[in-house]
Every structure is written in structure tokens, then in C-alpha cells.
């Protein structure tokens, strides 16, 4: 079966890793343009890369919810209504009730859509740098996480550590594509100042660096006065994970995916209050 433009334009956001929505019309009552089936790709900045879901009235209604669905990366159920069914049923444009967010249709036509957006954000990544038992303990445990996992251990075998997705030597890691990059340093003594240096240079928003608060004021010291601006040093966490008395390896892993994990999940919590 030959591949349409809609797949095509699926495949191709996911193979550079880039965040989009698949918005589908679900129902339509009165005069809409788009019908039950219709589909479009949306991407992050809102505008759609393929596909038809109806007029402009209702393409920057479903655009704006697809931003926010993205944003969350939770699934959003849209229905668009005109101003007076809206308040005959006692509800406002942005309402949310059992699940469904009302949004106000201002076409002439005054034609009722429901549209499901599902949000497809790409895998985050785990970089790990380091051969020592909290590396490996990390990379063993992100998996059950749903981690991209990226080894960054020169000279180890690859026999000698948990099966990951990318193994590289040295600490020339990439992090252009869009997903989330969590790097953690856990090299202890093998390799430190290179690679904090290569995870500053990348700009991740999350850096962890496994090891004492003096060995890594010590590195960071050395790093400014090497040229490094000191303000990009913000997104480096040490010591590294949330304080859960660890000692052992894999209480230490725990840990620092904890902190990760918290990190990543905190703009899909409720707000306090909301039910």
C-alpha cells in the first residue's frame, strides 16, 4: 500500500524528533466544512503540515488546543460550538467539563465540530556519561522508564553494560533534535571536566553531576576561568538527585531519576485546586 502525504508527514516529524498533534474531527452538527474522519497534522508553533479539519474559525480554535495538548502532553477532546449554543448550555469559551474543553466557532455557518487531539511528543533522552556502577545503574533503570538511552563511556565493551539504544565513545553527544534531554555526569574521576564541559556546550535544561559539592565547584571554578560564562552553570544540579540518603549505586540512580522524572512531569500535574 503506498504511503499518503498525512503518513508521509508523520514519519518525517518523528524521524527528526519533533513534538505534533494528530487532530481528528470526531462529530459534526449543521454546516461544517470538515466531516467525521478528517485529520490533520499540527505542529508545535500551531500551524498544520498537512491535513484539513475545516475554515479558519475552527482551524485556530483546534490549533490553539493542539498547542496546549502538546504543551501538557496529555490528549485533549475539543468541542467547538457557536456563541449562543455555548450559552444555552451554560458554559464559556475555555470551559472544561468531564473532559471536554469548549471552545466558541465564530463562522457564519454556526456549524458544531467535536475534535480529538492526540499530542505526540518524542522519547526524552538519557545521556549518561561514565563506566562506574551508577552509570550502569542508570542506564539499566531508564529503560523501565521509557528513556532513550545514550552511553557516553570510552572505553568500555559493550558487553560489560546494560543493552542501550546508543553507545558513543568520548563525550561528543548531540542533542539538536527536540525531545527532552536529561544529561547526567557520573564518571566519578574518569573523564569529569570533559564532560561537564561537553554537557554545558550542549545546553540541556537538566545536567546532574554525580559526585562531591568541592570536586564539582572545584571543576566549575576551572571551567570559568577557561572562558565558560558563569550563568551556564544554572542548569547543572549537585550534588545530583533528590535527597533520599542514598549510599548504594542503584539508591543513587533511584534518585537522580526521581529528580528527572519530577522534572519532566511537573507541567502535566494539575493545578493546586483544580479537581
Known amino acids: 500500500m503506498l504511503k499518503t502525504e498525512f503518513e508521509d508527514c508523520v514519519q518525517s516529524l518523528r524521524q527528526i524528533g519533533a513534538p505534533f498533534a494528530i487532530a481528528t474531527i470526531v462529530r459534526t452538527v449543521d454546516a461544517t466544512s470538515a466531516k467525521p474522519g478528517d485529520k490533520a497534522v499540527i505542529l508545535e508553533t500551531g500551524a498544520i503540515a498537512q491535513g484539513w479539519v475545516g475554515g479558519g474559525c475552527a482551524r485556530s480554535a483546534v490549533s ?32 472544561e467539563r468531564d473532559g471536554v474543553k469548549f471552545a466558541r466557532n465564530g ?13 505526540v511528543i518524542p522519547t526524552p533522552q538519557l545521556i549518561i556519561c561514565g563506566s562506574g556502577p551508577v552509570a550502569m545503574a542508570l542506564a539499566d533503570m531508564g529503560k523501565r522508564f521509557d528513556f532513550n538511552r545514550t552511553l557516553c ?36 574521576g574518569k573523564g569529569d571536566e570533559a564532560a561537564l564541559r561537553a554537557a ?9 553531576f554525580v559526585g562531591s559539592r568541592r570536586k564539582y565547584e572545584t571543576l566549575r571554578d576551572r571551567l570559568i576561568a577557561d572562558g565558560i560564562p558563569a550563568d551556564a552553570f544554572a542548569a547543572v544540579k549537585s550534588p545530583a538527585g ?24 511537573a507541567r502535566q500535574r494539575p493545578e493546586k485546586g483544580a479537581t
Not at 108 to 119: L, N, R, T
Request: glycine share 6%; with cysteine; charged share 25%.
Open 242 to 265: 533528590l535527597d533520599i540518603a542514598a549510599i548504594t549505586p542503584d539508591e543513587i540512580a533511584l534518585s537522580v531519576l526521581a529528580e528527572i522524572i519530577a522534572k519532566r512531569r
Open 64 to 95: 490553539r488546543a493542539a498547542k496546549d495538548a502538546m504543551q501538557e502532553g496529555k490528549p485533549r477532546f475539543v468541542s467547538l460550538r457557536p456563541e449562543e449554543l455555548l450559552d444555552a448550555e451554560g458554559v464559556q469559551p475555555g470551559d
Open 200 to 208: 554545558i556546550a550542549s545546553g540541556a535544561s537538566y545536567i546532574a
Open 107 to 119: 463562522c457564519p455557518s454556526k456549524g458544531s465540530m467535536d475534535i480529538f487531539i492526540e499530542p
Open 153 to 188: 563511556a570510552p572505553g568500555i565493551i559493550a558487553s560489560d553494560a546494560p543493552p542501550v539504544e546508543r553507545m558513543i565513545e568520548g563525550f561528543a553527544f548531540e542533542t539538536e533534535t527536540a525531545a527532552e534531554h536529561f544529561i547526567v555526569i557520573a564518571t566519578q
